[in-house]
C-alpha cells in the first residue's frame, strides 16, 4: 500500500481547519443480520497463543517486493508451504479450492452451500516493502514481541490481514463452520509492485471463469484514533473509491549548437516554461463530487462551533469550504488531480546546447476526471507544438462504490464494526490517495471497500514502510474476530437494509 497514509492525513487535514470536538453520540445506523446457529466469536487462551505466534513466523519470511516482476521468490514460496503447515484444516476442507497463481500468489475458493447466493472477496499481500535494518528497535524480520506489541516488517501493511483472514476461517472451520455464501480469498505477492504479476492475473482468472462478486474487501483505510483535535472520539473510514496515475513524459527535441552562438530558446529553457505553466495551473478543483462531502457532513456531527455548522450547511459555505481544501496539499489531493514534476534531464556538456530535454510528469487522478481528460488538459496548459508528449503509463481511477442504505458490501462492514467495536460511532465512507491491489479487482464488482479493522494513530503510520513497523497482540485478535464475525455476516440473504436516518 504506497504511502497510503496520505489520504487519512488529507482528512486529518481537514479537522484541524480550526475545528474542535465535542462528544456527541449518533444513532447506530444498520441492521443485525440475525442468524440461528451463529459461532461466537470467542477464542481460547491456547488459540490467542496459537494465533500471535502464527503471525510472527509469517513476519519472519522476508517476502520483500524489490520492483515490478523483483521480489524474493525464495521467501514466497517458502510462505506457501507455511501457511499450509499453519492452517491444515483449511488445506483439508473439500469445499475449499485452493490454487497458486502467477507462481506465487494464492487463491481460495470457499464453496457456500447456497449457490444462489452471489459471492464476495477479501483481498491482502503476502508481499512487503524492504526494511534494511538501521533505525529499527528489534530486526525488522525477527516477529519478536515486546511489550504486547509483535514487532516486523508487515505487522501493518498487510500480513496482518493475510494471516488473519486465514486464521479466522481456520477457526471457523475447526468449529464446523460451513458457509452459505460462497467466497473467495485472493492473496497477491507483488502488490507493493504493481501487482502485475499477482492481483491482476487472479482477476483474470476469475473473469475467464465468468465470476462477478457482490463486493470486495481490501486493505486501504482505518479506525481513526486521535485524529480530530482535542477529542478522544475514534472515527471509522470506509475507502470506497481510489485515485487514477498518468504518469507522463514531456520532451522537447529541437536543433543543438555550440553555446557561443545560442538560439533565443534552448530545449531547456522551453521545457522549464512548460513545467512551470503545468505548477502554475493546477488541475480544476472538483470539490462535490465523490464521497468528501458526504465525510465531512457526517463528521460535522463530531466537532464544535464554528466548523460544525459549516459543514452541516455545507451547501451555503461551499465555496469557502472548497477554498480551504486547497489550502495544504492533503486536503488539496482529495479535492482534484495532483500534478507532480519528479524528473527532469537535459544536457550533458557545459558548453554544448543539449537537443532534447525530458522531463515526467506523475499526475493522480481524482475520480471525477479520466486519463484522457487530464491529458487534454495538460496539452492545453502547456499549449506549446514544440512539446511532445509521451504517455509513460496510465491508468483510470476506480469508481466510487456504493455507500448507501442498500450497499450490501458496505453495510456489512458498517455492522461488523457497530459489532467488534461499539465505541465506534463515527463511520464514513473516504477516498484513497494511493493504490491497493483491489483496482485490478475492477472488473469483477463495482463495489470495492478497502477497510483493515484496526485502530490507526497518527505515530503509526510513520511505522508502515518506515520503521518499527508493529502491531498490537489484543489488535491482531480483534483483527481476527472483526473477519471471524464479517464472514458469518456475510452468510445474511442479501436484502435493502432498512432507512433510519435521524430527524
Ligand atoms: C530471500 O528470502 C530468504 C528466506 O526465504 C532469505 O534467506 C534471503 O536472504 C532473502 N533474500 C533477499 C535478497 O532478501
Ligand atoms: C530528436 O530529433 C532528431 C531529428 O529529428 C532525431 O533523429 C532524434 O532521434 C530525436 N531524439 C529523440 C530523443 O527523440
Redesign the pocket.
Known sequence: MASFYVGVLALVTVLLIGIATVSKSKDQRGREHQRALRIPSQFSQEECVTMKETLKGAIQIPTVSFSPGKYNTTALTEFGEYIRKVFPTMFKTSFIQHEVVGGYSHLFTVRGSDPSLQPYMLLAHIDVVPAPDHGWEVPPFSGLERDGFIYGRGTLDNKNSVMAILQSLELLLIRNYIPRRSFFIALGHDEEVTGADGAQKISALLQARGVQVSFVVDEGSFIFDGFIPNSKKPFAMIAVSEKGMLNLML?V?VTSGHSSIPPKETSIGILAAAVSRLEQTPMPNVFGSGPLTITLQELANELSFPANIVLKYLWLFWPLVSRLMERNYFTNALVRTTTAVTMFNAGVKMNVIP??A?ATVDLRIHPAQTVQEVLELVKNIVADDRVQFHVLKAFEPVPVSSYDDQAFGYQLIRQTIQSIFPEVNIIVPGTFVAYSDSRHYSSLTTNIYRFNPLYMQIQDFHSVHGVNEKISVHAYETQVKFIFEFIQNADADQQPVPHQHEL
Open positions: 520532451q527535441n537537443p532534447v525530458q
